[in-house]
Nanobody, 112 residues
Framework: QVQLVESGGGLVQPGGSLRLSCTASGLLFRNLVVSWYRQGPGKERELVAT????????TLADSVKGRFTVSKDNARNMVWLQMNSLEPEDTAVYYC?????WGQGTQVTVSS
């Protein structure tokens, strides 16, 4: 079965950091482009970051550029999203996604 599972979300203060992880079963990240999306309260789902098949070709949304980084370890079949300098606007459910598959999401809440 194909399954993507996100973890690492939680409650952090503004300016804090979180590291989200995405693990996959039933598919190989080494063959796939993987993306992070987020959906805030009352907002549409938006693309946050994308990482290429080999871990290169990284892209970030302008809203998170300079604060977030995305990385990939094909040997471990894992993708991470390092989030620094978090702002209340970053509050959302974060999803890991690849071609035809989505995780269940992990909640990130940025609040004092």
């Amino acid at each position: 079965q194909v399954q993507l599972v996100e973890s690492g979300g939680g409650l952090v203060q503004p300016g804090g950091s979180l590291r989200l992880s995405c693990t996959a079963s039933g598919l190989l990240f080494r063959n796939l482009v993987v993306s992070w999306y987020r959906q805030g309260p009352g907002k549409e789902r938006e693309l946050v970051a994308t990482i290429g098949i080999g871990g290169n070709g990284r892209t970030l949304a302008d809203s998170v550029k300079g604060r977030f980084t995305v990385s990939k370890d094909n040997a471990r079949n894992m993708v991470w999203l390092q989030m620094n300098s978090l702002e209340p606007e970053d509050t959302a459910v974060y999803y890991c996604a690849t071609f035809g598959a989505w995780g269940q999401g992990t909640q990130v809440t940025v609040s004092s």
